[in-house]
């Protein structure tokens, strides 16, 4: 029996709009509903995710299922996290056939660790927390957020495939010295190899965004150390971006360690110019600095 979801028509806005129509649905802006209406699109970001058998696949925000279809078809097993409550009927009605697809409904933000404590699919590299693949057209309001709560969380794949706002890929591009060189971009680059993959405009999507579109790939390093200090003492140094390392520093300490360590020392010790910004530090830098400061942001 051909299923729904092979019929539907994706690529279509006015059988996207049939379907919202019969269902009584509409598309909120607050959760950055615009759907990917680009088949091209679609397979670039699928394919760039690794072909494995049984591979599995986190997907953020299916909408109604134009990549989840696709994920389906190449035989990989789908957990989807949807909040629209209406679009989640609609994917129980297109996909619950299919034992590979499993739908966490509500805020990605709180129910991704209940994907977290699923086992691994067969078949997926590596074990928890590296537990699978992960693809989005993410709702553009919580894209940096996610990506960073994710990280923070040691929550690591192996790859992630995202379509983000074109601001949020070019920061987790940027290099040092770049204007859109953040803590975001180094917290990014600290686990991961960010690479760009496909650039769209709003024509791309239904309905059509009023902001440009970039896909990145993100492949985890391997052999991943960082202190603990890493990602508050990076976000410490950003902290008030015109000001030198040593001011950003300065505040930091006095904030974790009750100013009880002398930063001039600390930066000396990692081979630093206390007058540079954080925009000019690399990640060996900020990698450099996390570990002279480590022993202090343990005993806290
Ligand atoms: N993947 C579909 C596509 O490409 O056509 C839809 C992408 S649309 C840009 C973003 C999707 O994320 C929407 O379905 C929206 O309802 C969902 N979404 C928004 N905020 C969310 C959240 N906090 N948790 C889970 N899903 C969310």
């Not at 590299?125 to 590296?130: E, H, Q, S, T, Y």
């Not at 508050?232 to 100013?259: D, S």
């Amino acid at each position: 029996m051909p299923s729904i979801q092979t019929s539907f028509n994706y690529n279509s806005p006015t059988e996207i709009r049939r379907l919202l129509d019969q269902e009584g649905l509409g598309m909120r802006k607050k959760f950055g509903q615009n759907f990917l209406i680009d088949a091209r699109a679609r397979d670039i970001l699928i394919d760039a995710l690794p072909k494995e058998a049984g591979w599995g696949v986190w997907e953020i925000g299916p909408g109604i299922g134009a990549m989840t279809s696709g994920l389906l078809e190449r035989g990989c097993q789908v957990t989807a996290f949807e909040i629209d409550e209406g679009f989640c009927k609609i994917l129980h009605d297109f996909f619950d056939t299919n034992p590979n697809f499993t739908l966490i409904e509500g805020d990605v933000m709180k129910t991704w660790k209940e994907g977290r404590a699923r086992p691994a699919p067969t078949g997926t590299p590596g074990g928890a927390p590296v537990s699978c693949y992960l693809l989005g057209n993410l709702p553009y309001t919580i894209g940096a957020a996610l990506i960073a709560d994710f990280i923070e969380n040691q929550q690591f794949f192996q790859r992630q495939v995202v379509m983000l706002q074109k601001e949020t890929a070019d920061r987790m591009l940027a290099k040092p010295g770049s204007k859109n060189y953040s803590s975001f971009s180094v917290l990014c680059q600290s686990v991961y190899t960010i690479e760009p993959l496909l650039r769209l405009k709003g024509a791309s999507f239904y309905p059509e965004p009023h902001v440009e579109s970039a896909a990145v790939t993100m492949t985890l390093k391997k052999d991943i150390n960082l202190p603990a200090s890493f990602y508050p003492l990076v976000r410490g140094l950003f902290a008030q971006r015109r000001k030198t390392v040593r001011n950003n520093l300065n505040n930091f300490l006095k904030r974790t360690t009750e100013g009880t360590e002398n930063p001039e020392f600390l930066l000396e010790k990692a081979g630093l110019d206390g007058k540079l910004r954080a925009e000019d530090l690399s990640l060996e830098d900020f990698t450099a600095l996390a570990k002279i400061v480590e022993k202090d942001y343990n005993s806290r």
